[in-house]
């Protein structure tokens, strides 16, 4: 039919699938002819019958990555600008004599999550870092395929780092403007929107990975199992999150007393007040697991180290609870008594706390390496095998570990953005820490496993041996 070309089933072999399309290739000469003028004249021929002129072959029009790149940024920045534009208007709006006490509140409610994006920021560096260095962080913490990359983890950061200020300006505009019930339901639909994100239980939003974190906090808060490094890894991260999850605490305190935009909180005395008990028990709640989970570890090695490094975490408990005493005894009591045992017990749980930083949780035979990229890079260049890098980590590792326990202390908490700053910068030398504790790991790992291959080989050789000598065994 139409010049001699016959038709093919679907299934013939003489079929390819290139994307979607079946291509018709090389059948021989008896079916098609054996010039390429035939073939030409037949396809044409095709077109003419079916009314139209020949396809043209249509390509996608893609824009390039960095105009898209470039469009996100700008757009990023108009929403910076739009978002710090209008929060300070309205705070602006407020008469002076309410206007800490209202940033004050809002900073209360905003700034957890503010410093949980930051640690999601942080995260996502180290990851990169990991896989520069060609660092088997997926073996080490026993991840499955589907775990979050580098990429994964700035994306969800991003998503944070756009709702949280989003939800803080609108609260700062409805607030000034008179819309009170309004503005006191942003924060409370941001934090049920973050608590149905981590529970949600379908197969959405990283599933794998959400379950992965919740098992890991379970384990964390209920150590009944032998502990793992992504256990006592989370765990210790917690520590320097003690802080966030006391601020988290009071916020929804406030949230279940509908004490959002009020005032009613402000009593120090009050059940979600500056003077409540619940802040130092929140406080030292991170320590109390770690603690257990080092006593779970004995329990399991009977390795001294692990009594040790429970020491460790229980010279934290002294600095929270003498602190919060303050409020609670008359203050030549607490000038004279209190306030020395809360300076000792601060020097000794920051020095302990750095000896065991240096000595056990890193490595500093093989400091550096793990900025040893696999491919050329700046950062790599700036970082490996240089001298000041250790000089920096050792000494800003100390005196944050000092300025740490200002947060710890519940009488020092008033000034709330020096508080933040110090908060922020306890997160900043966890990050740093997580370079040299994971490279510290895989190096352990990478040993142990050298070990047992050379234990696998040696019967081998022996065997060889043995056998080039006639002896039968």
Avoid at 46 to 55: D, F, I, L, Y
Avoid at 272 to 293: D, E, T
Wanted: proline share 4%.
């Amino acid at each position: 039919m139409f010049g001699g070309l016959e038709s093919i089933p679907n299934n013939s072999p003489h079929l390819r699938k290139s994307g979607s399309r079946p291509v018709v290739f090389d059948i021989g000469t008896s079916e098609l002819g054996n010039s390429s003028e035939e073939d030409h004249l037949l396809s044409l021929e095709s077109n003419e019958m079916k009314g139209g002129a020949p396809p043209l072959s249509s390509v996608a029009i893609i824009p390039s990555p960095l105009l898209l790149w470039r469009f996100k940024v700008l757009l990023f920045l108009i929403w910076g600008f739009s978002c710090c534009k209008i929060g300070w208007d309205s705070v602006m709006r407020m008469s002076a004599d309410l206007r800490d006490l209202f940033l004050y509140e809002a900073f209360l409610y905003y700034n957890p999550l503010l410093l949980v994006t930051m640690m999601v920021w942080l995260w996502g560096i180290n990851l990169w870092v990991f896989a520069q260095s060609n660092i088997g962080y997926a073996k080490i913490f026993d991840l499955d395929q589907s775990h979050l990359t580098h990429r994964e983890t700035w994306k969800c950061a991003t998503w944070m780092t756009i709702i949280v200020p989003t939800s803080m300006t609108a609260y700062l505009y409805l607030y000034s403007h008179g819309e009170v019930s309004l503005a006191a339901s942003q924060p409370v639909l941001l934090y049920a929107a973050v608590l149905m994100t981590l529970i949600f239980p379908f197969d959405i939003f990283y599933l794998s990975s959400r379950f992965f974190l919740l098992r890991t906090i379970w384990r964390i808060v209920f150590p009944l199992q032998a502990i793992t490094f992504a256990d006592f890894f989370l765990a210790d991260i917690f520590t320097s999150m003690s802080k966030v999850f006391s601020d988290l605490e009071r916020s929804v305190c406030r949230m279940v007393h509908r004490q959002v935009a009020t005032i009613a909180w402000f009593e120090a005395d009050s059940v979600c007040g500056s003077h409540s008990v619940a802040i130092p028990i929140v406080l030292v709640l991170p320590y109390i697991f770690r603690f257990f989970q080092c006593l779970r570890q004995y329990k399991d090695t009977r390795e001294k180290t692990s009594l040790l490094n429970a020491l460790k975490y229980s010279t934290a408990v002294p600095v929270i609870f003498i602190s919060a005493i303050k409020y609670h005894v008359f203050p030549d009591k607490w000038t004279n008594i209190y306030r020395p045992l809360w300076l000792l017990s601060a020097v000794l749980n920051s020095l302990y706390s750095f000896y065991w930083d240096i000595t056990r949780d890193w490595d500093l035979s093989c400091f550096t390496r793990i900025f040893k990229f696999s491919k050329p890079h700046i950062l790599s260049h700036l970082l490996y095998g240089r001298k000041w890098v250790y000089f920096w980590v050792i000494g800003s590792n100390l005196i944050l570990r000092c300025t740490w326990t200002y947060k710890l202390s519940a009488h020092l908490r008033h000034n709330y953005l020096t508080v933040f700053t110090i908060t922020a910068l306890e997160m900043l030398r966890r990050f740093q820490w997580v370079f040299f504790r994971v490279e510290n790991e895989w190096n352990k790992t990478n040993s142990k496993s050298n070990i047992q291959m050379s234990m696998i080989d040696m019967p081998n050789e022996e065997e060889e041996l043995i056998n080039s000598n006639g002896h039968d065994v």
